[in-house]
Structure formats: structure tokens, C-alpha cells
């Protein structure tokens, strides 16, 4: 395997703002907390969860998420903060906050989104529940025939795999996983009642199931119980002889940040093995236990962690709804789900025996999940089998765990072509992963490299090279996504088909600077990071600036995940300022303020939260009356223009051209259901709507239009 190349000889464009507008460096007016806006996206998932217009077992998914987002939330953005404050060099962040006043913010939003959470839980969602015969049951509420089934369980599936970890003198305080569940037990041994009550933590497998069907019956509700209270109820089968004062589940959050010197380490996969290990040792930032504990105990449980009672919260059960996501699985009700959709097949491409064959007639845009994800998988998968086809390159961020991608590669390289896979190690929260197939790829004789040292590898590049009519032709997939069948059915991005040799030639370009040559490349088509990205994307606005000014047409509208970066905020507020119309689509994170009078008021700022995921990254300016679009894998962060290899491409073809601009863009602008808009106080309000306005979800819209393309395919096979 080959370790990253250093980046030399390159260095980041420092992209200048055009205008900076005044008092903008000394105004916190003028910027968005990260954090805050981070957790107000976190609240438009849990408005998901509320919404009694979604499917009962959907809003329990969308229960599930938000606790996937907090987890991840503290793991990596509040214990960044605490390193800061801990350190005393923190930063201040765009709104001119020190990390301790971020700190405070965060604890007081995070405690007030947590209890709105249990509260959609408890009061909204579990009555819901029973009322379609889907009961959930607490210890103290199982009948004496569910409690004899229920200790059956815990004697037969449970007990075997506990071990009681006692804390005294001679048993120093265990190593607690990383989220993983524990419960923490009181107790008293009668013949020694003058001594202080015994602490023991009882760490749970994560093998076991945590929600658990309670003996199904042939008539009658689905009865279901969480593991901890299972564990709860029959704790004293562990502890024969003792009195149980109390049992309470737990579970702690640990900094889960990889620290890599990668110019320091010779083997970067060991590197990042070896700190995967330690992860789970890394310092607590969260501590979540169930209500009711002993004060004694907790406060003595909070010193042993070496976490401020801050970071505490004592919850009314259960711990961890991420849990949740497994009784979508479990119960067998689609009444209660969302109709079922099934991503169709461009027209284009059926009935091709080969898909470079379509591809060499015209460029290729598919809109995921909306369209088939197949086309992808079916790109690497021909050519590994094709005999015309000499070479394959291919980048990896992440993918599923059984990755046709990562087969189809394995098997060109099996078939004699040159593969070459560009994995990224440090994909966050999917090392392992990574490192896996990693391995599998070079064993089955694929050449696997890094890129570059100190930058992610964030781009969606697949390039192939075949021989046609006496020469070689290489053809390209550049995507938005990830080379991820199972998310590419929940996430909506963009899959670009081409063979223009203008743009494989710099695909090519990129394939070879990351591999191996060290000069700085000179991209003039494709829009790289950390190479050309930030510095084009600023020339483009400030373009439309000149335009507005000239009195030429001007215009941008820009989706993405998150828009973070200072000078990119700057130079859109200038832009406004000089009458450019302005449009954003935001999933998350928002550091600009929009519609701000005197700073912003020809910008326009939404985001979309709905069945799936909105994930794509796409750039439209109006260019004068001469529109440019681009697609990528970017968002305009710091990381994403400095620290990340990034690819955003043009869209040249007429027809594809006025897809995005007459169909997809204005679709996710007339949306009025899942879409929220920014405020000028930086909250998130449904957008107005006229009186005699119809409800409209771009993403129903979208279904709706794919369905009718497949409806000529379903009249044929009819």
C-alpha cells in the first residue's frame, strides 16, 4: 500500500474578498454561531419526529436521528471546544464567541433539545404507538406471565455475556466504551451493614439486541422492552446474597477526533489503526443516566469519568433512542411507513448492451434516489469485465459494507486491467471500514494509495480508460456522493457521465497529482480543491457583483450541506449589496445571516429536511445571461477549500443544463412543506405562503416525475 504523498510545492489559494462590507470583522451581528445553527438543524429533525403528517414508525426514525446527530455533535464539535478551553488558545468563532461562552450555549440548547426529544418520546410517540397495538413495556408494568418470559430471556440470552465490575480498593474504575450501554448498580451485603454501599457497573455487550419483543402472542398488542430494563429488573441474579438498592443505565460520549501526524508516521494504516484503539479511552465529554440516581453516586460516577456536571443529563429513560432505528425493521407495518419508492431507470440507458456506448453519445445526469443508482455500480462493474478496457481509477470516501464498487475493482484487477484505488483512511467514523477494504483491494492485487498528506480525499471520481478504433478513450463518473449503493436510495446527490476529453483529461490530471507527481496541476475546467476551488468560486461572485452593477442579469443560487467559510459569507454580502439576487439551499450548518437589512437583503436562505437526505452540492450563476452550473462534492467550509480534495465539474450539455436550472433548482425553491427559511435572527421559519398557494414538497415532486419516466417501461413490460 502506498502511503500519502506530501503536498508540495502547492499551496492553498488565499481567495481575497471583493468587498469586505464595513464593521464586518467587529460585528457578531453579521455571522451565525456554527453551533448554534448546528443545532437548529438537529431541531428541524426533531420537527420531523413531531409532525403528525409523517408515518407514525417514520417519526421514530426521525427520533433516531436526532440522537445520532448529538452523539455525533459532542463527540467532535463540543469536545473540540472543551480542548480549546482547556488549552487557553481557543479561538474566537465568527460571531466573536470565546469556546467557554460557546460551551454554555451548547449546554443550555443541548439540555432544552434533549428534553423536547424524551418528551416527543414519551408523551407523543409511545401513546401513538399503543393506540396501533405496539406497546412498550416498562419493568414494573409486565404482567406475571411477561415477567416470568422476560426473566426466562435474561437467564438464557443475557446472563452468560454480563460481567459484574466492581469498584472498591482493590478494583480500580473500568474502562467505559465509547456510548456503549452500562448500568450502574448500588447494593449492600446485610451482614456487613455498617460499611458504604458497593458500587458495581455492569458493562452490556454490544452483540445484544436492545429492544427486545416480549414472547409474541397470537392475539393481542406487539410487546417490546428495552434490554436495560430487562437487565434492571433481574440484576439480583447477579448478586445473590446482596441487597439492590438501585440499577440505572448509562452511557458515556468520549472526544472521538483521530490525532495523525501523517508526515510522522511511516505506516499511516497502522497509525490510524492504533489510534482507533484509543478512541475508546478518549476523554468523556458526555454523560447521559437515567433519572433518579443516588446524588452520591452520580457525583462519584462524574469524578471517576473526570466530566463537569455540565455534561450530565439525567434522563427519563431509555438511554441511547438512537436504538429506536431497529424497531423500523422489527415491525411489519407499512401502513405506518412511508409508500414504498423504487429509484427508476433512465430511459437512456435501457436496453443498452454498454453503457460507454451511451455515454459516447452524450453526457449522462442522474438525480439520486430518484433515479437508479445502478448506472454507477454498472460503470465499475462493465469495465472490470470489459476486454477493451485497460485501466480503472476510482475514489473511495466511504461505501457500503458489502461494496459492489469494491468487488467490481477486485475483479479488473483479477481480469488483468490496472487498478488503482484512492481510499480515505481517515473518512471520519468509517476507518475501520475503510481499512477493511483497504486490504481486501490490495490482496486481490489493486494498487491503493492515500493522496495527499494532510488533506482528505473527499472527491467522487471514477475514471476508466479503453481502447476504441486504434486509440484510447477514457471515460468518467464525477458524482456529489458517495460510491454508496444503500445511502444512494437516502441521499439526494448527482451522478455526471462523461467522455469530453477536456474534462477527462483533467480527471486524468487529478488521478496522476494525487498518486504521483508532485507540480502543481492547472485545472481549467474543473474547479479542484485545494488547488483552484475557493479562488474560481470567489471570481464567480464577484463576477455577478460587476454584473449587478453593470446592469447586466445576475443571479446565484447555491446548494449545499454547509457554508461555513468568512470569505465566501463576505463576498456574497458584498454581491448582495450590490443587487445580485441571491438563493441558498442549506441543509445544516449556516454561518451567514440572511435578509439582514443593509447586509444582506437579496439573499434568501432555506434548507429542506424530508424523507431523504439533501446532499447534493450544486452552483448556478446567471454569468450575464450566459448561466454557469456546477455540480460537486464541495461545500464552502474552510476544510472542504483548504484541508479536502475536492472536484465540483461544469454541466455543459443543453439538456442537462436546463434540467437543473428549469427543473431541479426551481423545484427545491417553490417547496413550502419540508422547507424552512432563515430569519434575520438567525431562527428558521416555514416560508410565506400565499393565500391561494398549493402545498408543495420538491422531493414528492421529484418521486412523482420519476415515476412518470417509468411508466413507459412498466406500459412496455405490461
Known sequence: ???????????????????????????????????????????????????????????????AIVSSNLDEFFEIRVA?????????????????????????????????LVAEQYHCWHQQLVPLLAKERIEFRA?????????????????TQVLPVLTPLAIDQSHPFPQIGNKTLNVLVSLDNPDTPEQEKMMVILPVPRILPRIVQIEPAREGPQRY???????????????????????????????????????????????????????RRGAAVRLEIEAGVDEALFTTLCGYLGLS??????????????????????????????????????????????????????DLLLHHPYDSFNPVVDFVAHAARDPEVFAIKQTLYRTSGDSPIVRALMDASTNGKQVTALVELKARFDEANNIHWARQLEEAGVHVVYGLVGHKTHCKCSLVVRREGGGLRRYVHLGTGNYNPKTARLYTDLSFFTCREYLTAEVAQLFNTLIG??????????????????????????????????????????KMNKLVDPVTIDNLYAASQAGVKIDLIVRATC????????????????????????????????????????????????????????????????????????????????????????????????????????????????????????????????
Request: charged share 25%; net charge neutral.
Open 309 to 362: 456536571l455540565d455534561y450530565a443529563f439525567r434522563l427519563k429513560g431509555p438511554l441511547n433512542l438512537l436504538r429506536l432505528m431497529s424497531l423500523y425493521d422489527l415491525i411489519d407495518r407499512p401502513d405506518l411507513k412511508y409508500p414504498p419508492f423504487t429509484p427508476v431507470e433512465s430511459p437512456l440507458l435501457r436496453g443498452a448492451a454498454n453503457i460507454f456506448d451511451v455515454i459516447r453519445e452524450r
Open 591 to 718: 454561518c451567514l445571516m440572511a435578509g439582514v437589512k443593509g447586509l444582506s437583503e437579496n439573499i434568501r436562505l432555506r434548507n429542506i429536511v424530508g424523507r431523504f437526505l439533501e446532499h447534493a452540492r450544486v452552483y448556478y450563476f446567471e454569468n450575464g445571461g450566459q448561466p454557469l452550473v456546477y455540480c460537486g462534492s464541495a461545500d464552502w467550509m474552510p476544510r472542504n477549500f483548504f484541508r479536502r480534495v475536492e472536484t465540483v465539474f461544469p454541466i455543459e450539455d443543453p439538456e442537462l443544463r436546463k434540467r437543473i436550472i428549469d427543473d431541479i433548482l426551481p423545484a427545491e425553491l417553490r417547496d413550502n412543506e419540508d422547507a424552512q427559511e432563515l430569519q434575520p435572527d438567525a431562527t428558521y421559519a416555514p416560508p410565506a405562503r400565499q393565500s391561494n398557494e398549493p402545498s408543495f414538497s420538491a422531493q414528492r415532486y421529484f418521486m412523482a416525475s420519476a415515476r412518470l419516466r417509468a411508466a413507459p417501461l412498466t406500459e412496455t413490460a405490461s
Open 80 to 112: 473540540g471546544l472543551i480542548q480549546q478551553v482547556d488549552s487557553t488558545s481557543g479561538e474566537l468563532s465568527l460571531d466573536g464567541l470565546t469556546p467557554r461562552e460557546q460551551l454554555k450555549y451548547v449546554h443550555g440548547a443541548a439540555n432544552t
Open 517 to 558: 507527481f508532485g507540480r502543481s496541476p492547472d485545472f481549467k475546467h474543473l474547479l479542484v480543491a485545494p488547488f483552484n476551488l475557493h479562488s474560481r468560486l470567489q471570481e464567480l461572485i464577484a463576477n455577478e457583483a460587476a454584473n449587478a452593477a453593470a446592469g447586466k442579469p445576475a443571479r446565484i443560487i447555491a
Open 225 to 279: 422492552i428495552f434490554l436495560s430494563e430487562i437487565i434492571k429488573l433481574c440484576t439480583g441474579a447477579l448478586f445473590s446474597g446482596y441487597r439492590i438498592n438501585s440499577a440505572h443505565a448509562f452511557r458515556v460520549t468520549r472526544n472521538s477526533d483521530l490525532y495523525i501526524d501523517e508526515e510522522e508516521s511511516e505506516n499511516l494504516l497502522k497509525k490510524i489503526e492504533e489510534e482507533l484503539r484509543n478512541l
Open 139 to 155: 419493568g414494573a408494568q409486565l404482567t406475571e406471565p411477561e415477567r416470568v418470559w422476560v426473566q426466562d430471556y435474561f437467564q
Open 1 to 63: 500500500m502506498t502511503r500519502g504523498k506530501k503536498l508540495s510545492k502547492i499551496t492553498a489559494p488565499a481567495g481575497k474578498s471583493i468587498a469586505r462590507p464595513g464593521a464586518l470583522n467587529s460585528s457578531r451581528n453579521a455571522y451565525a454561531n456554527r453551533e448554534q445553527s448546528w443545532l437548529a438543524f438537529n431541531r428541524r429533525v426533531l420537527e420531523q419526529a413531531q409532525c403528525a403528517t409523517n408515518p407514525l414508525l417514520e417519526r421514530v426514525k426521525f427520533l
